[in-house]
């Protein structure tokens, strides 16, 4: 089956900290695809990153990154010196090779305090 | 940038009522999604759909739920009668076939409140 699980509910953390929000997944395949997803408290959702299963290298963009751990099943999300407007909700996503459809994790919602 | 639209963006209805959900997917994009956010909650699977037809739904997705592209270029969902809990924001998503990943681009989401 395939799942998503975001332990982490919530988090709080004052601006200019570095947070790392956790991901883990499960699947069957091996083939697969992993996302992540911003949903600023205006309420859509921006996509942030895809990664194939087949491509373990970490990724930075600015001040997000990410770190993909077959060997561990997780797929963390990293933001640097934090920013007021990066509160919001944040997703991580899987998509098995052969399915048609997204499944999202609960959420872990992000406060950050000025 | 390409976009999906939706519409409305805030429908407030009585329970028993019949709502239509409309979405405008990207033009050159095959496959189209609905997506169900319960406030508070995760984003879940409602139904997906290409060439004409549902390819997949969730168990959430009853025969009180359907689905259809009349013109070929909205993407409708119908909740025939509302019950309480249909009270949710409702994504509409779209992707271009491409080989293996599957970028789904998400529209800004209609919010239905069942009262």
């Known amino acids: 089956a395939q799942k998503v699980t975001q332990a982490q509910t919530e988090i709080s953390v004052v601006e200019k900290e570095d947070v790392t929000l956790d991901c883990v997944y499960e699947?069957?395949?091996?083939?697969?695809?992993l996302f992540w997803y911003k949903q600023p408290p205006s309420g859509e959702l921006v996509f942030l990153i895809r990664?194939?299963?087949?491509?373990?290298q970490n990724e930075i963009s600015g001040r997000y990154s990410w770190n993909f751990q077959k060997s561990t099943s997780s797929f963390n999300f990293t933001i640097t010196a934090s920013q007021v407007v990066d509160s919001a909700v944040y997703f991580c996503a899987s998509q098995m090779n052969r399915d048609d459809k997204i499944i999202f994790g609960k959420g872990t919602r992000l406060h950050i305090l000025p | 940038e390409p976009e999906v639209t939706q519409t409305p963006s805030h429908q407030v209805t009585q329970m028993g009522q019949e709502v239509i959900l409309r979405c405008v997917p990207i033009s050159n994009h095959l496959y189209f999604y609905w997506y169900r956010q319960i406030l508070g909650q995760k984003v879940e699977f409602l139904v997906s759909f290409y060439n004409n037809e549902i390819s997949e739904k969730s168990e959430i997705f009853d025969d009180q739920f359907s689905v259809e592209r009349p013109d070929g270029s909205n993407f409708t969902l119908k909740i025939r009668s509302t019950k309480l809990e249909d009270s949710a924001m409702y994504f509409c998503a779209s992707r271009v076939q491409t080989s293996g990943a599957n970028v789904l681009t998400f529209g800004a989401g209609s919010r239905l409140t069942v009262l």
């Open positions: 990664r194939n299963s087949f491509d373990e």
């Open positions: 699947t069957r395949d091996t083939t697969y695809y």
